[in-house]
């Protein structure tokens, strides 16, 4: 019996480190990119964008499942919209956060969420308010050590949560695509592959696209679904999105999930999928 008391604490103790992990690392990235670059502009638009977040992931929690959700998946989210959104306009900030949290809980099929939370608030508004906000595009400068800090530090949250795969499928297919743009527009392929070396695709690989609970299962998936992530990302920036990679994820990312969760039903006649808990 203390074996198995030591063995179950020892597992609990796994999951809250594996459950707290991503957030952590991103404040650690939030932290490095502010005193570096100064990236929030305005400590109220992130005030408003992380309590926004929180709130509504806990009323909604409580109305929709009858329970206080665990507040990880809306402390990211919140972050995520503080960085990325750019409007001078601070209601821009809240509502972003608020529709991203409640697609979670509307915008479901099967018991899933299969939209990434952040992604659709930051499409949905770049849609219906394209006039009011932009997102942050810009390089993060010369100073090489803290866009290091701020790569390893990423880097160490996709190998932690076993998502490195993905990022690296989804950068291969970048360069690759780059190139290809690059020979078929005339562009020199230095500024094609540019881009990723900018503040809005260091969160896009690692925190949209790495989503534990908007990627598929299968791992074959998840190097397919990275790899049509580049390719719809690639005639976007064929036509000239600037917004590109945050479309091409709209579009892919919940199509595939929901192909695998009506796969998944099929095998497996009867079995209703239980509700997620991120």
């Not at 009323?59 to 995520?80: D, E, P």
């Amino acid at each position: 019996m203390p074996d198995f008391a030591r063995s179950l604490s020892k597992r609990l103790e796994e999951i809250q480190i594996k459950q707290y992990i991503v957030p952590l690392m991103i404040t650690a990235i939030l932290i490095v990119a502010e005193f570096s670059f100064g990236i929030l502009k305005g400590y109220e638009k992130f005030v408003l964008a992380l309590g926004s977040s929180i709130l509504t992931e806990l009323i909604l929690g409580r109305l929709v499942l009858g329970k206080w959700r665990n507040l990880s998946s809306a402390y990211i989210t919140g972050i995520s919209v503080s960085i990325l959104v750019r409007s001078p306009l601070n209601w821009i900030y809240a509502l972003c956060s608020m529709l991203s949290i409640t697609s979670k809980y509307v915008i479901r099929y099967k018991g899933t969420h299969i939209w990434n939370p952040s992604n659709f608030g930051v499409v949905a508004l770049l849609i219906l308010a394209s006039d009011k906000l932009a997102i942050l595009s810009v390089q993060w400068g010369n100073n090489l050590w803290p866009m290091l800090i701020i790569w390893v530090l990423g880097f160490a949250i996709i190998w932690r949560v076993k998502r490195f795969h993905i990022c690296a499928t989804y950068v291969v297919s970048f360069f690759f695509f780059s190139f290809l743009r690059s020979w078929i527009t005339g562009d020199p392929f230095m500024a094609e592959i540019s881009p990723i070396t900018g503040p809005m695709y260091q969160l896009f690989v690692f925190f949209m696209i790495t989503d534990p609970k908007t990627t598929v299962k299968s791992r074959k998936g998840q190097y397919l679904v990275a790899f049509s992530i580049g390719l719809v990302e690639f005639i976007f920036r064929l036509h000239s999105f600037i917004y590109a990679p945050f479309y091409a994820l709209f579009i892919v990312g919940p199509a595939a999930m929901a192909i695998e969760l009506w796969w998944k039903s099929r095998m497996t006649p009867g079995v209703v999928p239980s509700q997620d808990s991120g």
